[in-house]
């Protein structure tokens, strides 16, 4: 099946730096990817939708300053965590449609962010 | 998309089949059930998806009864490894729309 690779896995900064989580589709173009972000025990809430060649789209209540998304190629979509806080330690996670009719989507490792 | 209620957590012998249920009962037509399942620190994994057939992959079957509004996965010898969250979610095929994540079942395989 298709891939998504997420890089890095984990990633640890101080409060106030920036940190970049890329996300690949590795066998498959993706015009379309999506972020999201788990609290521990919690479930996946959907932070972003990542539009190839245009603007990335916001769940309510995500700031858009301080996630930005670009999605530069059809392969590739980073998130960029800016002016990071111990709040947004969380796991990061992309995924991506397949290109088939199932309507399946490809999901990515995972990044766990920690910010001291 | 149709919600859908699942128990927070379950229980399984190892080699014994789990069965895992789904309520989903305001589905529409024309909305697939779709089956995920997340082990610790990882990001989800595709089990096995259904419109209203029941449906058998290699990592599971999915049976949906006549009228649509409940579904159970089963898995049908259950390992250690098959420990995790197991997500049922409700949506139209279209591949351009996210998934939205209840808050599952937490599935515990024993020894």
């Known amino acids: 099946g298709a891939v998504v690779s997420q890089h890095p896995s984990w990633v640890i900064c101080k409060s106030g730096t920036s940190v970049k989580i890329e996300c690949r589709s590795l066998d498959f173009q993706a015009t379309t990817m999506f972020w999201y972000r788990q609290f521990p025990k919690q479930s996946l809430m959907l932070m972003a939708t990542?539009?190839?060649?245009?603007?990335?789209?916001?769940e309510q209540g995500v700031e858009k300053d301080k996630f930005l998304i670009n999605h530069a190629s059809l392969t590739l979509s980073t998130l960029t965590v800016t002016s990071a806080h111990p709040e947004d330690s969380s796991f990061y996670i992309c995924?991506?449609?397949?290109?088939?009719?199932?309507?399946?989507?490809?999901f990515g490792e995972g990044s766990r962010l920690t910010v001291l | 998309d149709a919600k859908t209620t699942q128990p927070p957590s379950m229980d399984c012998a190892e080699g014994r089949a789990a069965n895992l249920p789904c309520n989903h009962s305001?589905?529409?037509?024309?909305?697939?059930v779709y089956w995920y399942r997340q082990i610790h620190s990882q990001g989800p994994q595709y089990i096995i998806h259904?419109?209203?057939n029941n449906e058998t992959n290699e990592m599971a079957s999915l049976i949906i009864t006549e009228d649509r509004k409940s579904s159970t996965l089963i898995l049908p010898h259950a390992t250690l490894r098959d420990t995790a969250v197991y997500y049922c979610i409700v949506r139209d095929s279209n591949s351009g729309y996210a998934l939205n994540f209840g808050k599952g079942t937490s599935l515990l395989v024993t020894p």
């Open positions: 990542s539009n190839e060649g245009s603007k990335a789209t916001y």
């Open positions: 259904g419109l209203k």
């Open positions: 995924s991506a449609p397949g290109t088939g009719k199932t309507g399946e989507l490809f």
């Open positions: 305001t589905i529409s037509g024309n909305e697939y």
